[in-house]
């Protein structure tokens, strides 16, 4: 299970941006973190196209990778 304290599904931490020339700019709890082009950006276009906002905080959750581990307050 990859959210067992349901922070995904209640707090809605990730916040994106579409930019022009197929980027992305991925936020988290409004602060920049990344930005995302080509291949991924096309796998978060079709996230969004699913219309599920679970699996879009899923998707940013994974593609930011491991910048927070936990002992950050």
């Known amino acids: 299970m990859e959210d067992q304290r349901d922070i995904l599904f ?3 931490p990730f916040k994106y941006k579409l930019l022009k020339d ?3 700019q ?5 602060k920049p973190i990344t930005f995302i082009s080509g ?3 096309n ?3 079709r996230v969004i196209e699913m219309d599920n906002e679970y699996e ?3 998707f940013l ?3 930011t990778g491991q910048f927070k581990h936990g002992n950050e307050r």
């Open 26 to 30: 991925i936020f988290y709890r409004s």
């Open 39 to 41: 291949k991924d950006y």
């Open 10 to 12: 209640n707090e809605k």
């Open 22 to 24: 197929n980027k992305a």
């Open 61 to 63: 959750a994974k593609i």
């Open 56 to 58: 879009i905080q899923l």
């Open 43 to 45: 796998k978060l276009k």
